[in-house]
């Protein structure tokens, strides 16, 4: 396999060219001073080379050199960096965090003097939380302060404990270089012959011998590992929402790690031989994803958390990072209803923990009292909605082919079918399903429309149609078939696990009014006396797991349905992609319901790791992110995008490109196509639709064929006959260029 | 409050005795040569100060200097650390690790040499990943390296973008003192002279003014926020498990941080004034606590995972750490049923994934069609079991007064009473429920044993009673009622949430050997075909989500009970205490039932952030850890807890005092005791027994009125007339001894 142990992180390689000429070596860049690189640079009045050519030049040396060796030649590369392990690149940004891509096995050169202990442990902590392995640190031995022998103790019982032995440097001294008559002048005569010979020796002690039988070590390890994991995990894993006989070592991916968005995965270049390459991770890790894979800062503040606290109980308690994302969370929101905020652990629990709060809220209005079991009560929904997999969120969905194979699912509620936001043939139109064609309605089957913009433009567009279908099917569920509501329970906008279906924002609007117009449909109850904040008819849940928080765009989806949810529930990208986190915020209306002398009445639901302070601080750092991305004025990867779609504020927009998008929804494959944020989705024409199809599965084959020149691969999880492609919120617009060119080059 | 704004890690107080005679310095720890204190106090032939002998001088040094203090006077205490952010303290650990308890605001002294940039980031990250809160950074100006430009430049970013402003440091440069003719030297003549103006000078200079006034800033935020952060919460948070009318400001705690097994949190003083004080964390943060609050291995372990992936899609692709967990979980439950480990978030979810798991598995051998929607379909398990708070999992637990207020509630299966383990007025005894006594069974109200261990002795004990009693149960439930069931389900030996109940392990196992032993209760199917691993009878899930992973002094509880289960959920403790996983791991032959050529026939359950990698890493390091004391032979808590218990291999043991419990049993308050592993629950006497009890809530009131000499005190989280203690798995039985007095204090 192509993993080759390439140490980084060695110093001084002038040094080196002149005292061990034997050693082939070659400078990538240099300056004149010897100063940090980022001052360097300047000083030269020279264009500091991107992060990106570094990276380039340094993997396009080692193919070089690769290339040139025999299938049994043993080798060795180290690359050399400047200076300490976080001091500047070239062009400002830390270099541990530039060279973090590659994650190259890496050798710390320690330092042997007073101090050097700290400094050298610090060094090994921030290479740990940017995910590089330490295989080996190197320092010279010295008698008065001793720092080999304390390190080679501390790292030899970190080793022990450590779960990643690999990740904990070997620690060997070797002596140090002979005294340099003047260390500036290097006086040729006496000194020459001293160094060179010390380098000789050197080379072949038994310490750099063992050396490097450590590297090589640590590196087949490495490879060995990458090799069985596929196996291994056919073994050992059972795989979420997966049919087992259709997994086999061949199609399971295994990955050394991430960056940005993409994965470092384990495929087979065009000669069949194992490497390992860059992958886009177009599910953005199921939709978690926000600010990129291995992300430096969130890591910092996994480790802040963790080191501050760890978890610690919240039932009666409260930590600054639970306070501080709650009121985030509520002032991001933006929306007058929303106060109170419940903590837990996925989107599923969030959902189960909306449920109990409206039931609760309805009941106490208009006195279907819980005590009664009454399991009858339902929610309003609409038809492909997914809200999780514990029991409570199955049963807010419609059955389905798959939620009936599970025994205790028993689905509640009614859900409506509903108008469908598609781009075809170039054109942005409503498909009306059947149900609102035979009213009287005057709905045509489809309605076109200029821009996905106008259709956003609901003041402009006549919703009694809408209105008067629901209200009639409302009423003929509730006084004719003798229905209980509890609840409204809506994904806005965009119901991803049913197919990524984009719903037309002015239905999902007129469901609410008209739930909240007419509130006598549900109970009796004085609404005069409500306050503008309280909740009205039933309680509306708005599931933003997956379109919350920037996800499409926008804060939150209810402002583009110009409509307020009495509850929220967020969480996927809550954490930018790294922890689960879940929060449910309510309002104070419902909040009100639970209020009782009585213990029992209160909401009794809680899981060991609420609001843990992990999740919670990850998530502030993260929304504090995506914030600012959203508002930086500057050339972000969302100005130019919003300009692209010619999108002034409020208006939609996405990262993939405008034209790009019509173009793919006119290839005759393509049934429709839908973009918006980080959101691409493409419905192909399939005669099995739905998950069963397999349409998805011959795009992955082809894209696994193309080899993409070995830059990058796409990773696919598909929906049935659904591609779709999601970047985090931070993208390399050029990889999204490159993945659109693919995909077109696909249908072409 | 108490809370000073005291300033760590400056350097060299020598120095400033001699030349800045005006500050008022003290020198705590003083030793010969300027080395590293770890090999100073070796040098010095000294015993070195145990890490909490530091801590207390320097708190006793600043109360002290604190008392002499009129009301209005501002003073400054700075603390200086020996040497470098992570230099061994004497006892040889890390200064930053020593120091933590303490959490005290920080000033980095940055390196202005060349690579200082990279030092002092490093040092800084360090701090971070350990808690601490830099506040402010300061270095020396100096023209050729301009390492002061950069870090002003970098921290000033890092400091926009986080969401801890204060934790990430204001840089201040100030001027180089002058150089002295001869550093080793100080020649007094002139250069005294110079310092000594130098010094003056520079505190007087608005750098250091301005670095005052910041530091007040920081310290006085710091305050402001805890003082408000229980009102803030109280209008912001919806608490988990609780009623909401019996919280107010005054009955939130706010936390600072934690560390080890206390929470470091605002509290009042004998004065009625608010102090920060150390409160024992009781309850375990939820039972999650396994290895100290604010552990910087699992801190580290964290943030290399988080930087080395972040979160990646797990649905066919693999990762170390979730492919490592598998294994060693595997390895450590030791059970040869046990093969397949299916990850989710909490252990609610983990249960709902076992029952689908069971119900699928029985579904098809007996050919219940999982399409029938039988909602009737059981589970058989205990009273008073608990197994989490989504509705799946509620409905495996029989009806109670909390459960049966959720509308969605419908509990479906048959709950067995059950003999209980109990510790009373010194005897350790069994007590059988009624339902046993009727039968003609032989058996006692209350049997009473030497040991508690004489109980664990299954194999000279008679189980026939208690089969015969399951089985005739059984039987009438299945031919008479005509009931179906789907699963054993039970909370091996201790049914946590339920009050602390301990079960007779001989009836779990009687339960588990009837279902397997008479498989045509529940179905027809030819019994021989099946191989030893194969489940038998019903499947048999173990919730050892509170009891598992060496809570109870054992791998698994299920050694106890001599009986291997077909699927263990674990949770809580896995992750040592930091963040939610799960783990639902089950046999071959229960995952071979969704084997199909058919996609809806697969487990369709999925979390998105299903085997995190930062959750799976730190469960691993967890583990290792977990494994490693309860291994080693030196003087660990747990081998010098085992003696005291008199326990060999597999016996009894817990980090509580064989004797206090014993003692504490006696007590006429008291109705039974248990202790096992690092459990402790006491069962007070009371009328309204349960989660309505307020019995605990008086024992808070009297710990909270002791002020326990200030030194800690106690956060409790009652189960109503259960109080109990819970410590991490590494606690100092010190604190214990404490605990134990202060229990004792109470009931005489």
């Given at each position: 396999m192509?993993?080759r142990?390439?140490?980084e992180l060695v110093?001084?390689l002038?040094?080196v ?6 050693a ?5 860049f ?6 940090s690189?980022h ?6 009045n020279?264009?500091?080379p ?8 340094i993997v ?25 392990v976080l ?5 400002g ?9 590659l ?23 921030s290479?740990?939380i ?8 190197l320092?010279f ?6 720092n080999?022998n ?11 404990k450590?779960?990643?032995?690999d ?9 140090p ?5 003047d260390?500036n002048?290097?006086c ?5 012959k ?6 000789d ?10 050396a ?18 596929a196996?291994?995990?056919d073994?050992r ?8 006989s ?5 199609s399971?991916i ?5 960056y ?7 495929t087979k ?11 886009f991770?177009?599910?953005a890790s ?11 800062e ?7 958390a ?9 039932a009666?308690?409260?930590h ?11 002032s ?10 419940f ?5 599923s629990t969030?959902i189960?923990?909306?449920l ?9 209005r208009?006195?279907?009292?819980s005590?009664l079991?009454n399991?009858e ?9 997914y809200?999780?997999?514990t029991?409570?969120?199955?049963n807010?969905?419609?059955e389905?082919?798959?939620n009936?194979?599970v025994?205790w699912?028993?689905?509640k509620?009614?859900?409506?079918e509903f ?21 009287g309605l ?5 309605k ?7 259709i956003f ?6 919703i009694?149609?809408?209105?008067q279908?629901i ?5 003929k569920?509730?006084?004719e078939?003798k229905?209980?509501?509890g609840?409204?329970l809506?994904?806005?906008l ?14 999902q609007k007129?469901?609410?009014d ?8 549900f ?8 306050n ?12 933003e ?7 499409l ?7 583009l349905l110009q409509?307020e ?10 954490t930018g ?6 929060t ?17 009445d209160?909401?009794?639901h809680?899981h ?7 999740g919670c ?12 991305l ?16 010619g ?8 990262f993939?490109?405008k034209?790009s ?7 005759h ?6 973009a ?12 099995s639709?739905?998950y069963a ?10 894209v ?11 990773h ?7 591609i ?23 249908f072409e």
């Amino acid at each position: 396999m192509g993993v080759r142990p390439i140490a980084e992180l060695v110093t001084i390689l002038g040094h080196v060219q002149k005292y061990a000429p034997k050693a082939e070596t070659c400078c990538l860049f240099q300056y004149s001073l010897p100063v940090s690189p980022h001052l360097a640079v300047q000083k030269d009045n020279k264009t500091p080379p991107s992060e990106k050519e570094i990276l380039q030049k340094i993997v396009l040396e080692l193919q070089k050199k690769n290339q040139k060796l025999d299938h049994h030649d043993e080798q060795w590369a180290l690359i050399e960096t400047a200076g300490g392990v976080l001091s500047p690149s070239p062009n400002g940004g830390l270099q541990a965090d530039m060279y973090r891509p590659l994650r190259l096995p890496t050798i710390l050169v320690g330092d042997s003097k007073l101090g050097g202990i700290s400094t050298t442990i610090s060094a090994y902590e921030s290479l740990k939380i940017r995910g590089y392995d330490v295989n080996l640190l190197l320092l010279f031995q010295e008698s008065v302060y001793q720092n080999a022998n304390y390190l080679k103790e501390y790292f030899s019982y970190q080793q022990k404990k450590s779960a990643w032995k690999d990740s904990v440097p070997k620690v060997i001294s070797i002596l140090p270089p002979p005294e340099v008559s003047d260390p500036n002048l290097y006086c040729e005569k006496t000194d020459f012959k001293q160094m060179t010979e010390y380098y000789d020796d050197v080379s072949r002690s038994p310490e750099i011998r063992s050396a490097y039988e450590y590297l090589k070590f640590c590196h087949e390890k490495r490879i060995k590992s990458l090799e069985v994991m596929a196996d291994n995990a056919d073994k050992r894993i059972w795989y979420p929402f997966s049919q087992h006989s259709k997994i086999s070592p061949k199609s399971i991916i295994a990955l050394d790690s991430a960056y940005g968005d993409f994965f470092q995965s384990v495929t087979k270049d065009s000669s069949a031989k194992e490497i390992l390459q860059p992958q886009f991770d177009s599910s953005a890790s199921w939709w978690t994803q926000g600010l990129g894979h291995g992300n430096p800062e969130l890591a910092l503040t996994a480790g802040y958390a963790a080191g501050r606290y760890g978890h610690v109980i919240f039932a009666g308690t409260v930590h600054d990072p639970a306070l501080r994302l709650a009121n985030k969370l509520v002032s991001l929101l933006d929306n007058k209803r929303l106060s109170r905020v419940f903590y837990s652990d996925n989107g599923s629990t969030g959902i189960e923990v909306a449920l109990k709060m409206a039931f609760k809220a309805t009941g106490s209005r208009y006195g279907l009292k819980s005590e009664l079991h009454n399991n009858e009560i339902g929610v309003i929904g609409l038809k492909r909605s997914y809200h999780g997999d514990t029991i409570g969120s199955m049963n807010a969905c419609e059955e389905s082919v798959y939620n009936k194979q599970v025994n205790w699912y028993n689905g509640k509620g009614y859900w409506f079918e509903f108008p469908q936001i598609k781009l075809c043939k170039g054109t942005w139109c409503l498909e009306i399903p059947d149900g609102l064609l035979d009213d009287g309605l005057n709905l045509p089957k489809f309605k076109c429309f200029q821009s996905l913009n106008e259709i956003f433009e609901l003041d402009s567009r006549d919703i009694q149609p809408y209105k008067q279908y629901i209200f009639s099917v409302l009423k003929k569920e509730i006084q004719e078939k003798k229905r209980n509501f509890g609840a409204v329970l809506l994904e806005p906008l965009l119901l991803g696990a049913g197919g990524m279906n984009a719903v037309d924002p002015l239905f999902q609007k007129a469901l609410v009014d008209v739930v909240r117009e007419t509130p006598s449909l549900f109970g009796e109850f004085e609404n005069s006396k409500l306050n503008s904040k309280a909740w009205q008819g039933l309680p509306v849940i708005f599931d933003e797991v997956f379109t919350g928080l920037y996800r499409l765009g926008f804060k939150s989806a209810a402002k583009l349905l110009q409509t307020e949810p009495d509850i929220v529930v967020n969480a996927k990208l809550l954490t930018g992609g790294v922890v689960p986190l879940c929060t449910t915020t309510s309002s104070d209306s419902i909040f009100e319901s639970f209020l009782s002398p009585e213990k029992v009445d209160g909401l009794l639901h809680g899981h060991s790791y609420t609001a843990h302070p992990v999740g919670c601080s990850i998530a502030l750092q993260s929304l504090n992110e995506l914030e600012h991305l959203s508002q930086d004025n500057s050339s972000s990867s969302w100005k130019i995008s919003m300009k692209k779609w010619g999108s002034s504020d409020n208006q939609i927009w996405s990262f993939w490109d405008k034209f790009s998008v019509e173009k793919i929804s006119q290839f005759h494959q393509v049934k429709c196509v839908f973009a918006m944020g980080s959101v691409l989705a493409i419905t192909l024409k399939d005669i099995s639709s739905g998950y069963a199809s397999n349409a998805a599965e011959e795009f992955n084959e082809f894209v696994s064929g193309l080899q993409l020149d070995k830059e990058f691969g796409l990773h696919i999880r598909g929906l049935g006959n659904v591609i779709y492609f999601m970047s985090s919120m931070n993208p390399d617009l050029e990889s999204l260029r490159k993945i659109e060119n693919i995909i077109i080059k696909y249908f072409e």
